[in-house]
């Protein structure tokens, strides 16, 4: 089982959520100008605690051991996120589980 989510995994989380959006500004713009560039970063900000939730999910089911930051990270997003609206897919850990092999 996996140890409690604590303050500083959010924000671990976040960061490396936020530096992913940022490298990948011109994916997201249509929501970004949409919304401004403030929402924008609130919106990724919410993504943090269900990030590390499926991480942790993946660690736990799959034995994941590939880096958080550059490898998980894109994945989630690319995955589980609508880049339209950067909100969370409802069945975001059932996409996980059909595209991770379960050894």
């Given at each position: 089982m996996t140890d409690e989510i604590t303050e500083f995994d959010i924000?671990?989380?976040?960061?490396?959520?936020?530096?992913?959006?940022?490298e990948n500004i011109d994916d997201y713009s249509y929501y970004r100008n949409r919304v401004g560039m403030a929402q924008f970063r609130d919106s990724?900000?919410?993504l943090a605690r269900p990030v590390e939730e499926a991480y942790?999910?993946?660690v736990e089911v799959y034995q994941y051991d590939d880096s958080f930051d550059?490898?998980?990270v894109?994945?989630?997003?690319?995955?589980?996120v609508n880049p339209?609206?950067?909100?969370?897919?409802?069945?975001?850990?059932?996409?996980?589980?059909?595209?991770l092999p379960n050894d």
């Open positions: 924000a671990f989380s976040a960061a490396c959520l936020w530096e992913h959006f940022l990724v900000c919410q942790n999910h993946v550059w490898e998980f894109p994945l989630f997003v690319n995955m589980c339209h609206s950067i909100e969370l897919r409802p069945d975001y850990l059932s996409l996980l589980d059909g595209e």
